[in-house]
């Protein structure tokens, strides 16, 4: 089976930097994902890691290690309008696409 | 842009009814998904689709099934429906590519049952 952890929430102020941790299990991977999904809105795709190592993209970056199991998203130079959750997502075979729980990132200013 | 519709915004229907749910993409993407999402649960997978015709179980199949008959369309039906299954409903698809696939999400239909 498949399984992903993340924290269930994370609190931060405006302009600093948190990191949203991610675990998995899988009986196959071929990479990571995170969705961003504000409140009555859809999911929509932040980043996609494959290899190990960091992909960035603009204030946010994500992060793989795949002997680890884990990844992390990390947003710099917080701004309200990042309040939201954030899901981890894990590419299995046949393209299977299974997210975890999520992380309700609340923003204060 | 990338569509993903939805049939439904909102959707009431009584216990025992047979419910669809209908998804449309305009991508020409191989894969298609639904999901149930509930406070705390995040995205539960319910069944995917990688070709037409093609279907896959996901974590939590039970008391549905789908239908892949053309590649933009991709049918979720609660043979029964429960009180348990009231809930909001995603449908996604994405492209096959080696280098990641982005999955695209609709609006999302939310279904409460009576």
């Known amino acids: 089976g498949q399984s992903l952890e993340q924290p269930s929430e994370v609190t931060a102020v405006e302009g600093a930097i948190v990191q949203i941790n991610c675990t998995y299990q899988t009986s196959g991977f071929y990479g990571l994902s995170w969705y961003q999904q504000h409140d009555g809105g859809a999911p929509t795709f932040l980043s996609y890691n494959a290899l190990d190592g960091l992909e960035e993209t603009g204030r946010f970056s994500s992060f793989l290690s795949r002997s680890d199991s884990y990844g992390y998203l990390l947003l710099q130079e917080l701004q309200m309008k990042d309040s939201a959750s954030y899901f981890c997502a894990v590419r299995g075979g046949y393209n299977k696409l299974i997210f975890g729980a999520g992380t309700r990132l609340a923003v204060h200013p | 842009d990338v569509k993903v519709t939805q049939s439904s915004r909102y959707l009431v229907k009584r216990t025992g009814e047979k419910v669809f749910l209908e998804c449309v993409q305009d991508?020409?993407?191989?894969?298609m998904f639904w999901y149930r999402q509930d406070p705390g649960l995040g995205l539960r997978l319910i069944y995917f689709s990688y070709d037409v015709k093609m279907k896959e179980k996901g974590d939590i199949p039970e008391g549905y099934s789908v239908s892949r008959e053309k590649k933009e369309r991709f049918s979720l039906i609660l043979e029964s429906a429960s009180t348990n299954q009231t809930s909001m409903y995603l449908c996604?698809?994405?492209?096959?590519?080696?280098?990641?696939?982005?999955?695209?999400f609709g609006q999302g239909t939310r279904l409460t049952v009576v």
């Open positions: 996604a698809s994405s492209p096959t590519r080696t280098g990641g696939t982005e999955a695209f």
């Open positions: 991508m020409d993407h191989e894969n």
